[in-house]
């Protein structure tokens, strides 16, 4: 169309920022009618409803726009109350305090409206009721009741129960909160939610994560007190003491037009009876040292190996370090009646916490998205919608600022992550990409050692002067790099010293062997993944596998249940029970003897006599492993580098060990 078009687009790109600039000075103008009821018309009347009705009713047009940007955890609760009841039909749902019947609107993005039976919208304010009753008009919602009553009195007509109620952010603003909690908890059906959202201060002695100083306390109750909402912690003890609480979360949210600042606010969701109690959250940190997100998204260790030698099976109770978290499903699997996964790091046990939630909650395409192919174009959704709201607050924290690794590719992230992707983008600009995939390709073992063998890159590398890769591997893969990419610390790379070889050629002996002797594309994951970022269905860990996703997931996901995610100190949790299985990983490389003393003999008190403990180690003989005989076991080397093309899949251990508890 020439410049006729081209000018035609202008036009409308020029209507639309005048549109958007219009919109924005109508959301000004009533904005700033909302910050005048608040701040500048005292409260005045005889009653509660007369106080609510001159507070809002001036402001009840613009409640919502306003609102919109103060309210953070009304979406929250949407979505973990939705998660919790999507698989019911004709529900009931009473919603006291509901204002202005917004709350409907957030629920509709989570859960079909249709799915409800009946919505009761109940509030104080008339001006309030009007708004929600017109919107209900106009949206449609045929299922949908305006009811103006008392939160604390209002009863369902006939003989109903209530599937789920909630409170969004009205029971700091009602006085006579218990009755208001104890007459919620009588509306609910025996396997009903209730739901609370809402602004919040600690006790002065509070659970970790509700926890506040003295001025944040003073100053936060003080701010909201001149609205007559009070935000004093009776009204959650009251609720922990009335229902059993199942989920909860502690965030900030921004306030509009003041800088800085971010408001406490809370989402809290509880049931009359249930099984499962919300266990208390511990305010866990980072080990000094540790990077801020995973050192390993997947377990370099191969369950395959263990199997044989563990022989786990039904009434095994297992300890292991929770690394990547992939072997502990194998476990599992294998029949354990525990395991008890520990990791130091806190972003380890999110990484199982968030592995374990999607093989509970979401479909097996959805899981394979997450963690075999590491992209999933619609994260956010399916994380807020379908594992926020079953997953402990630290969790969420988390993995919530790093939805992007779903997005990007998810194993190109974390410690190990880095190297990944710094090889991928490497081989593709030196031209090795296509070369990478005949490999991962190679239908049989022997075409693949002939495309590694046949390779410029290895044949350069093999005629390479020692000198030259002794020269390389000490730049490229010096102790700082071994450890902040690898997740290898100083102790253990000293052990490949003192077997008097070189890191060059321990490298060398890792890669080539498990390019010789292990088939990627149908066994050897581990560098699959790190070959492609992304697993392949005949090349993943057994919790990808969609025949095994179907066992985690029978019985109501009991295998999952008896996976538990501890983050602290190893040697705590062994000292807490019995057990039969011990997995140190390479964990005892990273001590010293005093630890190793102390390990062997907790290890002789709290392993049942014929119980398996096992390790893998950097060296071909580890100094520690005397000290484990002395301390009651049995020891055994069960293979080293060069007994065989390649120890497992991994390869990347000197040697592997088991003992065994006299």
């Given amino acids: 169309m020439g410049r006729g078009g081209d000018a035609g ?50 402001q009840a047009g613009a409640y919502d726009s306003y609102r919109a940007n103060l309210l953070w955890g009304r979406e929250r609760l949407m979505q973990a109350t939705s998660a919790r009841v999507a698989d019911r039909t004709d529900l009931v749902w009473v919603d006291l305090g509901g204002g202005t019947g917004e709350n409907i609107k957030y629920m509709s993005k989570y859960i079909d409206l249709k799915r409800f039976a009946k919505i009761y919208v109940v509030d104080l304010c008339p001006s309030l009721c009007k708004v929600a009753a017109e919107k209900a008009r106009k949206n449609g919602w045929t299922n949908v009741e305006v009811v103006e009553g008392d939160a604390c009195t209002y009863t369902l007509p006939g003989r109903q129960t209530a599937d789920l109620v909630t409170f969004s952010y009205s029971l700091s603003m009602i006085p006579p909160f218990h009755a208001a909690i104890d007459n919620a908890a009588s509306l609910l059906d025996d396997d009903g939610f209730l739901g609370v959202a809402d602004f919040y201060v600690s006790s002065k002695y509070d659970l970790a994560l509700r926890q506040m100083n003295t001025f944040q306390r003073w100053f936060w109750r003080s701010v909201f007190d001149t609205d007559n909402i009070d935000l004093g912690p009776e009204r959650r003890h009251y609720l922990d003491h009335s229902l059993n609480r199942v989920w909860e979360y502690n965030g900030r949210g921004s306030l509009p037009y003041v800088p ?95 592995k374990s939630l999607a093989l509970r909650h979401l479909p097996y395409d959805d899981v394979w998205k997450l963690f075999g192919e590491g992209k999933h174009s619609d994260i956010d959704h399916v994380f807020y919608a379908k594992l926020a709201p079953f997953m402990s607050e630290r969790a969420q924290d988390f993995w919530g600022k790093r939805l992007h690794y779903f997005k990007k590719g998810f194993y190109f992230y974390g410690s190990m992550g880095n190297v990944i992707w710094f090889f991928f ?29 046949n390779s410029f890159i290895v044949r350069f590398v093999n005629m390479l002067p020692r000198f030259i890769t002794w020269l390389i591997a000490k730049i490229c893969v010096n102790k700082i790099f071994m450890w ?61 596998v969609e025949s095994d996703v179907k066992t985690l997931k029978k019985d109501d996901c009991l295998m999952l249940d008896r996976i538990h995610n501890v983050t602290g100190d190893y040697m705590e949790e ?21 630890y190793v003393r102390v390990l062997g003999a907790n290890l002789y008190k709290h392993v049942a006599p014929g119980g398996k403990v096992i390790w893998r180690s950097a060296s071909k003989n580890p100094w520690y492993s005397d000290l484990i005989a002395e301390a009651g076991f049995d020891v055994v080397c069960i293979e080293r580098h060069h007994d065989r093309v390649a120890m497992d899949c991994v390869n990347m251990y000197a040697s592997f060990w088991v003992a065994t508890r006299k």
């Avoid at 499903?329 to 990484?351: I, R």
């Avoid at 062997?513 to 699959?528: D, Q, R, S, V, W």
């Fill in 484 to 544: 902040t990419c690898l997740g290898v610390p100083r102790n253990q790379a000293n052990m490949i010293g003192d077997d008097n070889r070189s890191i060059a050629e321990y490298v060398a002996t890792v890669f080539h062997g498990a390019a010789m002797g292990t088939h990627l594309a149908t066994e050897n994951y581990f560098y699959m993944a790190c070959l492609l970022g992304k697993f392949t269905k005949k090349s993943c860990p057994r919790f990808l």
């Fill in 260 to 354: 800085f600042l971010k408001a406490p606010y809370y989402v809290w969701v509880g049931k009359k009876c249930t099984d499962h109690i919300a266990e208390t959250e511990r305010m866990n940190s980072r080990p000094h040292l540790f990077p801020p997100t995973f050192l390993y998204s997947l377990s370099w260790e191969d369950p395959r190996a263990d199997e044989p030698i563990l022989k786990t099976g039904e009434g095994d109770v297992c300890l292991t370090l929770t690394s990547g978290a992939c072997n502990a499903f194998d476990l599992a699997l294998q029949g354990a009646e525990s395991v008890y996964c520990v990791d130091m790091n806190p972003a380890q046990s999110h990484l199982l916490e968030i």
């Fill in 9 to 58: 687009g202008v036009v409308r790109q020029q209507k639309g920022v005048l549109r958007r600039t219009a919109s924005s000075f109508s959301n000004l103008k009533q904005d700033l009618s909302v910050l005048k009821s608040i701040w500048l018309k005292p409260l005045t009347g005889a009653d509660h409803a007369t106080r609510l009705e001159n507070f809002y009713g001036p």
């Fill in 425 to 453: 983008y490497l081989a593709k600009f030196v031209g090795l990409h296509g070369w990478v995939n005949r490999l991962c390709e190679a239908p049989t073992l022997e075409a693949q050692q002939q495309i590694w063998e």
């Fill in 574 to 594: 062994l000292c807490k029970r019995t057990y039969n299985k011990v997995i140190l990983m390479d964990h005892v490389d990273w001590t010293d003897e005093k």
